[in-house]
Nanobody, 124 residues
């Protein structure tokens, strides 16, 4: 069982930056691919970023590529999402996710573990 707790959300002006963190429980953190997803009001959940267990592979959709960076510290059981050049359309609840399969996280289907989310609001 893996428990995920997100933090770092808040209110930021357009063009600003935020760093989200996701702390995971368990002793096998490095065996899990991790990801970030987001859901804006009235919209479906959207894939934001994925990282493999070793950190050697990452993936992003075009909507955030070049602005967002996912990273992980396996010694601290934590995954991060650095968000730069934020736009009002980035406003959403951001969820951390974990699965043994990197491709499952990348595709966003059947992911095993989810956090409860943290709200990011970008004002114009």
């Amino acid at each position: 069982q893996v428990q995920l707790v997100e933090s770092g959300g808040g209110l930021v002006q357009a063009g600003g930056s935020l760093r989200l963190s996701c702390a995971a429980s368990g002793r096998t953190f490095s065996s899990y691919a991790m990801g970030w997803f987001r859901q804006a009001p009235g919209k479906e959940r959207e894939f934001v970023a994925a990282i493999s267990g070793s950190g050697g592979n990452t993936g992003y959709p075009n909507s955030v590529k070049g602005r967002f960076t996912i990273s992980r510290d396996n010694a601290k059981n934590t995954v991060y999402l650095q968000m730069n050049s934020l736009k009002p359309e980035d406003t959403a609840v951001y969820y951390c996710a974990a699965d043994p399969s990197y491709w499952t996280v990348l595709l966003g289907r059947g992911v095993t573990y989810w956090g409860k989310g943290t709200l990011v609001t970008v004002s114009s």
